[in-house]
């Protein structure tokens, strides 16, 4: 008799949120930062990242926006109900909302490969993705430590490839441990792709 048992899974959140009106208004403030953000957009020159963030400019969206205080009041439902599935002992604290940005990829633009250091839970809200935009792409977490292992068959299952792509619509929300790392291929849409990312930190 024998059995194989399923260790240290990597897990992802995804939910939908149903609020049109918000990834409306999300898309609107995201614009405008885009256009006002002048610290943010000379980042963006300096470092080489195509198209805009706020994430080195601005780090007080939900003061400066309602849309982004509405938000953050539901992810802080959201995050606590996926450290609740993690099992986290989280003593006498909690999940605090660290960070929030404003991504705008345009054609061609992509995100390297990273992972968000010093965060507990990461994530990403969509609020706007034209036919063709780039999907978010997970990396396993062991990928560095495998050496000679072989290739993973083409129609592998899910929890056995080595890369698995999400592709999320407007209003998806996706949540995953920080130490997972992820990037965004090429955008090929000849729209922005627009994301507001975030991190969450053990306070």
């Known amino acids: 008799m ?89 003593g006498g604290g909690k999940l605090a909302l660290d960070a929030l940005w404003v991504n705008i990829l345009p054609e061609g633009g992509f995100h390297a490969a990273h992972i968000h250091p010093l965060s507990v839970i990461s994530g990403t809200v969509y609020v706007a993705l034209p036919a063709g935009a780039a999907a978010l792409r997970l990396e396993d977490p062991r990928h560095a430590m495998m050496m000679a292992a072989p290739p993973r068959k083409a129609k592998a299952a899910l929890e056995n490839r080595a890369f698995v792509s999400v592709d999320p619509r407007p209003g998806t929300l996706l949540l995953w441990e920080s130490w997972l790392r992820h990037d965004v291929p090429v955008n090929r ?7 507001v990312s975030f991190n969450y930190n053990w306070v």
């Open 2 to 90: 024998s059995e194989i048992l399923s260790l240290f899974p990597t897990r992802l959140y995804r939910a939908e949120l149903d609020a049109p009106a918000l990834i409306a208004e999300l898309e609107d403030a995201a614009r405008a930062l885009a256009l006002d953000d002048e610290a943010g957009r000379k980042w963006c020159r300096k470092n080489g990242y195509p198209g805009y963030t706020s994430y080195a400019s601005l780090d007080d969206l939900p003061w400066r926006f309602p849309a982004f205080k509405t938000l953050a009041k539901s992810l802080d439902r959201h995050v606590a109900a996926f450290a609740k599935h993690l099992e986290f002992d989280l």
């Open 189 to 195: 849409a000849a729209e922005e792709r627009i994301s």
